[in-house]
């Protein structure tokens, strides 16, 4: 066994649950708060340099940029799950042929996604019913992102690749890196350079170039515990990859298009300043959402090795670990959104309107009392994931960001805008429940496999 995987073997199955957590988790939030930080003032730096028509347009245009990402992040995620298991396993060359297959295909699927949205961006904007400056801001927008989709993609796979190899600490600087560069170059592309709306996608592609470049390093050298070496494709492998990658990747399509619908909807509500109050309250809820996801992603890694190798005591004690951090974040997120919507708000642009602040402010305090139930589904989803039970997992994954949300889309318009804005907590509750219902039915397959576990010690 090389050193490598001998560290990552007593990382994973050897450390406490409690220091995993430490070791493994903190460095995972602090890694995401990074880039949700970034995100947040990549919102702040467009809404104060080019105005509101451009914060719109890029609210406009990100869903299907996302949608761009989410490929990436299937065959990502999706091969993550089995590699961990297959390391646990002993099986260091079934984990490496996972690794190198799902590299190639992120690249070839980049290319391929890009020139398609490249081409049809003008449509799928006209599509939502933008026009003039609205529309030519986010055309430009999504087209810088679907040049650089070929070498951007990669960047969020190689984050659960260094995990998974035991490189958490370098994951973590890592993305915080990529934060502070991209940071900079957009600061200076749209205060400094004065350039426009596409400016601000070149940083973004820019940083992450840069940073998927370093996290390719080691892995092109062999220093780490996955190597690459000659993909030999089977249908079978595929099948695994996008079954195991499919919840992620079904929460990240069905999101952005709950939120495609909602700006169709809002545009014809309430125009532009309510895309914008929209748009608001998405940044901010997209600060939360990646500590939960560092907190409960950076932790699959150790769920699925010590479920490869059927410690299944140390799973469920990791993963109670993730739940009781997921509930402390949402519930400090949630309070802290409703005792401060006015600052938050006025991050994003002009506050002087009076209306527009009112309108701002209610739907943030609405918006925010879904985030003290929201960790339940998602850690629970993310649990399903780690242990390869995909189909619960993309139930909670699609209902959370699809149905649920489109059906209170239709129940909750009559009312008016200001009903619109309880999408979110109702969302939340409804996912719980049916995460609830779930969780319990495994439950029970947990007690006959640790019942087993007791029996073999």
């Known amino acids: 066994m090389s050193e490598t995987s001998s560290s990552a073997n007593s ?11 430490l070791l493994a988790a903190l460095p995972g939030a602090i890694s995401m708060l990074a880039s949700s930080l970034y995100g947040l003032l990549d919102g702040i730096f467009v809404g104060q340099s080019l105005g509101e ?6 609210n406009l245009a990100f869903p299907f940029v996302i949608i761009n990402f989410s490929l990436a992040d299937l065959i990502g995620v999706g091969s993550a799950v089995p590699i961990s298991i297959n390391l646990g396993m002993k099986k ?4 490496n042929n996972v690794f190198s297959c799902a590299v190639l295909m992120i690249i070839l699927t980049g290319a391929a996604i890009g020139a398609f949205l490249y081409a049809t961006a003008p449509f799928l904007i ?7 400056l609205l529309k030519d801001y986010a055309v430009q927008y999504m087209r810088v992102y679907a040049v650089c989709s070929p070498v951007t993609t990669i960047v969020f796979a190689m984050d659960n690749y260094l995990r ?9 600087w890592l993305n915080i890196f990529m934060s502070v560069l991209t940071g900079v170059l957009e600061f200076t592309f749209l205060f400094i350079f004065r350039w426009g709306i596409w400016g601000a996608a070149l940083a973004t592609c820019s940083g992450m170039i840069v940073c998927a470049s370093i996290a390719l390093y080691p892995l092109l050298r062999g220093r780490l515990q996955l190597r690459f070496c000659r993909p030999k494709f089977s249908l079978a492998l595929i099948q695994k990859i996008i079954a195991c990658g499919s919840p992620n990747f079904l929460n990240n399509i069905a999101g952005r298009i709950t939120s495609i619908i909602m700006n169709i909807v809002l545009l014809d509500m309430g125009g532009a300043g309510a895309v914008t109050i929209y748009g608001i309250l ?8 990646p500590l939960l996801y560092g907190v409960c992603d950076s932790l699959q890694p150790a769920v699925g090795y010590n479920w490869g190798a059927k410690q299944y005591g140390r799973v469920q004690a990791i993963e109670r670990y993730c739940f009781t951090a997921g509930a402390a974040i949402s519930i400090a997120a949630s309070a802290f959104m409703f005792l401060f919507p006015a600052q ?3 991050l994003f642009g002009d506050n002087s309107d009076p209306a527009f602040m009112e309108s701002a402010v209610l739907a943030m305090r609405l918006f925010c009392s879904g985030y003290l139930i929201r960790w339940y589904s998602f850690a629970s989803q993310s649990y399903m994931l780690a242990v390869e039970r995909p189909v619960p997992a993309a139930m909670i994954s699609v ?23 309880l999408n979110q907590p109702g969302t939340c509750l409804l996912a719980a429940l049916l995460a609830a219902v779930l969780m319990r039915r495994f439950a029970g397959e947990m007690k006959r496999l640790n019942a087993g576990e007791k029996e073999r010690g």
């Open 92 to 95: 260091d060359r079934e984990a």
């Open 126 to 132: 006209g599509f939502l019913g933008a026009e003039g």
């Open 53 to 58: 028509t451009a914060f719109a347009s890029l």
């Open 282 to 289: 998405m940044y901010v809820g997209d600060t939360v959402q």
């Open 399 to 421: 209902s959370t960001a699809l149905i649920f949300p489109v059906i209170l889309i239709l129940l909750l318009r009559p009312a008016g805008l200001n009903a619109i804005w």
């Open 11 to 21: 990382l994973f199955l050897n450390t406490s649950p409690g220091r995993l957590f």
């Open 344 to 346: 938050l708000v006025a």
């Open 164 to 172: 998974i190899c035991g490189k958490i600490r370098m994951s973590m």
